[in-house]
């Protein structure tokens, strides 16, 4: 009788382990889609350049909340698994920008500048092993 209800114990911790590691990792995709999803919207969609900057302070919020480790330019280093990095190509002199360029450099001159001037998101790239946003590219497309 003592085997009986040792086996059926362990069945038990087993069921439990895999229900409990199936929660986890349910609740991780959701977590990772929720994120995706807030950067997603803005692919192939014009936005001003309020917007953009709102977006640029919202992934250096990101990349602070994760202490997303900085190079000697204050440049946000790509860590693999959380960061957020975004681009912006300017076509007045067809050169592009980080957004740790306008965040430290002054973002109330882009706004000034740029408020008005539409963007649009060209390019989204995910991190290989989580699968989240990583990379975003914008370009001005009017001036």
């Known amino acids: 009788m003592k085997k009986l209800a040792f ?26 889609k929720r994120h995706n999803r807030e950067y997603e919207y803005f ?4 936005i001003n350049g309020y917007e953009l900057i709102s977006l640029v ?7 602070t909340s994760k ?21 912006i190509k300017m076509i007045d002199n067809d050169k592009t920008y980080n957004m740790e360029q306008f965040y430290y ?3 109330n001159n882009f706004v000034m500048y740029y408020g008005e001037i539409k963007f649009k998101c060209t390019k989204l790239e995910y991190h290989n ?3 989240k ?8 497309i009017t001036q």
């Not at 302070?57 to 990349?63: G, H, L, P, R, V």
């Open 105 to 107: 450099n002054g973002i």
């Open 129 to 131: 092993t989580t699968k």
């Open 57 to 63: 302070n919202k992934a250096i919020d990101n990349n």
């Open 133 to 140: 946003v990583k990379y975003m590219l914008f370009e001005q």
């Open 67 to 87: 202490e997303v480790a900085q190079d000697s330019q204050k440049k946000y280093i790509d860590n693999g698994v959380d960061s957020i990095n975004v681009d």
């Open 43 to 46: 692919l192939d969609k014009e």
């Open 7 to 32: 086996f059926f114990l362990i069945i038990i911790i087993i069921i439990v382990i895999a229900l409990y590691n199936y929660m986890i990792y349910k609740n991780n995709y959701n977590a990772m």
